[in-house]
């Protein structure tokens, strides 16, 4: 069964750092683009961030500067990695991966980011 596993959100406070995980389960499939999504509470879910199978990035303006992303093919996990927190980075993050034929979305993992 294909899944995506996201991990690594915690409590951080403003201006500290954490780094985020997305491993691909169950699949020996490529890997395409893969896209971290971030949903603040009360809001509706937002891409902030893609990264091709070759490593070419795109990240929301709102993050440029502070976050890159970041793959491992041969572990099939994606990175983000979040540096100069602020509270409105707070929210659930997911990864989402087309694999195969078939687009699919990981469980999320939350930052919670205090002033």
């Known amino acids: 069964q294909v899944r995506l596993v996201e991990s690594g959100g915690d409590l951080a406070q403003a201006g500290g750092s954490l780094r985020l995980s997305c491993v691909a389960h169950?699949?020996?499939?490529?890997?395409?683009?893969v896209d971290w999504y971030r949903q603040p509470p009360g809001k509706q879910r937002g891409m902030v961030a893609t990264i091709t199978m070759d490593g070419r990035t795109n990240l929301a303006d709102s993050i440029k500067g502070r976050f890159t992303v970041s793959r491992d093919n041969a572990k099939k996990t994606v990175y983000l990695e979040m540096t100069n927190l602020t509270p409105e980075d707070t929210g659930v993050y997911l990864c989402g991966a087309m694999i195969g034929a078939r687009y699919y979305w990981g469980q999320g993992t939350q930052v919670t980011v205090s002033a």
């Open positions: 169950g699949t020996n499939s490529d890997i395409r683009d």
